[in-house]
């Protein structure tokens, strides 16, 4: 157990005895009660809400209540001192004992330090990417793809049981301008002149290989045959050719998905009449008109159409939306409502990643899975941002070989898996992200993966010295010897796991990325102060027991690096290239 989730047991325990001395009600929820650094390192070493949470429901005032939580736990063995600050914060000081004993668990948990049972096996689907099987990866897709599925190793880190699902959006019209595309190609490949690509169809490269095989796998049975022969075929062998084109790009980030559902099957399943009975059995489904438009000029002209509307403005939606058209064909709305009750029925949580341009349809979407649920399933939607390209602060040029976008494969091809992964998850997701190919790649402090990066590769090289120099790294370490300094750099350390569990519940993977780069900046801190004086290196030679303990504390942080880059989907890097 770390050294936050003992003290939060240990203030549980505090409160439990309030409770049986009559100072506190035994129904008051705890949830938000909190032991965490304070927000100033010089108040102390843990600080906690408990408090500031409780008094109201405990008919006091904070400040009367920590006053009654202080003396309990000043009768903590390894708590020097405890203050009350403001209206009723309660700060906490620890014997520097404390945290030499936290450092041997991070060194003797290894990989287990900071994982946590906070999910309690709960099941979370987690769709991402999701694209439309019409060509390659771009780079957009590439954000989304590298924060769900750090994501699903951040859940299930956290004790989660995780579905990575690809959702498959191959029943709309998009996907019959693909094979019309694919057919155009197909006809080139038998030596036709098509001349160029016509608006509105696809003019990417990539579809210049699936035109070939078609060719060769049907000769010109299809080449002068009317659509309606055809299109079935192309469309089917297309999607399968863009499945395999994407399934390939997304494997050069190492992301695999653990099912790929279609929205086809999904339609013609019988799910979304299914789904729609469940509503309408529920009173939330009718048939009726929408307002007028606001955005429709005054002077236009406007005429109501029946629709089957979802009653979402019951569950916070600013109108009813639509689930079937006036033609008697489902809305992309009302199929996607089937398709995530499908979801639903196999997990306790869904997790949704999706493009920023779908942020209207966040609350629509929610409302029907709270609906056909009884809410017993949430729904979280992430929206991802753009991500803008440069090289040398210059905007970058369209890929020729996609047509009109940067590949993900071009990216990850010129800088790398890791880099890609990592920059990322440098900014919030639904924030702007710039990338730029020459700095991704720079040595210096202002490239986040390569300061972190280089503080494991520092480290490990560390090892090797040490080694070198005949330092027994088998011999237990007299960390009496480490200073106040070096103590702070575990205090940093042991945050790990309630970074890693504050970052799951919240489903915001960028959470690790940042305490990384701190972590990697206090520790190449602390390096840099053997440039001045030799005393203060890590590796003294002629002092083998203060190196041997600052060996441990410097492999400590290279075991917390390793693992919150693991969740990130990055390896660590043993030396700088």
């Known amino acids: 157990m770390s050294l936050y989730a003992q003290y939060a047991a240990l203030l549980d325990g505090v409160l439990d005895d309030l409770v049986t001395d009559g100072a506190l009600p035994a129904d008051l929820d705890r949830k938000n009660v909190t032991v965490e650094p304070p927000r100033d390192p010089s108040h102390g070493d843990l600080a906690t809400n408990a408090a500031m949470v409780l008094a109201k429901g405990a008919g006091t005032n904070p400040r009367a209540l920590a006053e009654a939580i202080k003396p309990k736990l000043e009768a903590m063995p390894p708590v020097t001192s405890v203050e009350i600050a403001g209206p009723g914060f309660i700060n906490l000081r620890l014997k520097p004992d404390a945290w030499r004993d936290e450092l041997r668990t991070i060194l003797s948990e290894g990989e287990a330090y900071g994982l946590s049972t906070v999910g309690a096996n709960e099941r979370v689907n987690v769709e991402y990417v999701s694209a439309n099987p ?129 929205e086809a099957k999904v339609q013609g399943s019988g799910a979304v009449e299914e789904a729609m009975e469940v509503l309408r059995s529920k009173g939330l489904v009718y048939e009726g008109t929408l307002e007028r438009p606001k955005s429709l000029d005054p002077h236009d002209e406007w005429e109501p159409v029946e629709l089957t509307l979802f009653r979402s403005s019951q569950f916070g939606d600013d109108q009813d939306r639509p689930m079937k058209k006036s033609d008697g064909s489902w809305t992309y709305f009302g199929a996607d409502a089937a398709y995530h009750w499908q979801k639903a029925k196999s997990a306790d949580h869904l997790v949704d990643i999706w493009g920023a341009d779908h942020a209207g349809t ?96 520092r480290i490990s090289s560390l090892k090797r010295k040490a080694a070198d120099a005949g330092v027994d790294l088998s011999t237990d370490a007299d960390l009496s010897l480490l200073d106040e300094e070096e103590l702070g750099l575990v205090k940093r350390a042991a945050q790990y796991p309630r970074v890693l569990e504050s970052a799951a519940l919240a489903h915001e993977p960028h959470r690790i990325a940042f305490y990384l780069y701190d972590l990697a900046a206090e520790f190449h801190a602390l390096w840099n102060r053997g440039n001045d004086d030799p005393e203060r290196r890590f590796l003294i030679e002629k002092n083998p027991q203060l190196s041997r303990a600052r060996l441990e504390l410097a492999m400590s942080i290279a075991q917390i690096i390793r693992s919150g880059l693991d969740l990130m989907g990055v390896a660590a890097t043993e030396e700088m290239r």
């Open 134 to 262: 019409t060509g390659p990866m771009h780079v957009g897709h590439c954000r989304g793809a590298v924060v769900g599925d750090s994501l699903a190793r951040l859940l299930e880190a956290a004790g989660f049981r995780v579905t990575k699902e690809y959702y498959v959006n191959d029943a709309g019209a998009q996907v019959d301008t693909l094979a019309r595309s694919v057919h155009l190609r197909y006809r080139g490949a038998l030596g036709e002149d098509i001349g160029d690509i016509p608006e509105g169809m696809y003019p990417g490269e990539y579809l210049k290989p699936v035109g070939e095989i078609l060719a060769a796998q049907h000769g010109d049975r299809f080449a002068s045959a009317p659509e309606e022969e055809w299109l079935a075929v192309f469309r089917e062998d297309a999607i399968a050719a863009m499945l395999d084109l994407i399934k390939h790009d997304l494997g050069l980030l190492n992301i695999h998905h653990d099912l790929f559902s279609s």
């Open 362 to 457: 966040v609350k629509r979407i929610q409302s029907a899975v709270k609906a056909l649920t009884d809410g017993r399933v949430d729904l979280d939607v992430k929206l991802i941002n753009m991500v803008r390209l440069f090289r040398g602060g210059e905007p970058v040029k369209m890929s020729k070989r996609a047509g009109d976008f940067v590949t993900l494969a071009d990216v990850v091809n010129e800088v790398g898996k890791d880099v890609v992964r990592f920059m990322m998850l440098t900014k919030r997701a639904d924030t702007p992200l710039d990338f730029d190919f020459m700095k991704v790649v720079e040595a210096s402090k202002d490239n986040p993966v390569f300061y972190v990066q280089y503080a494991h590769a």
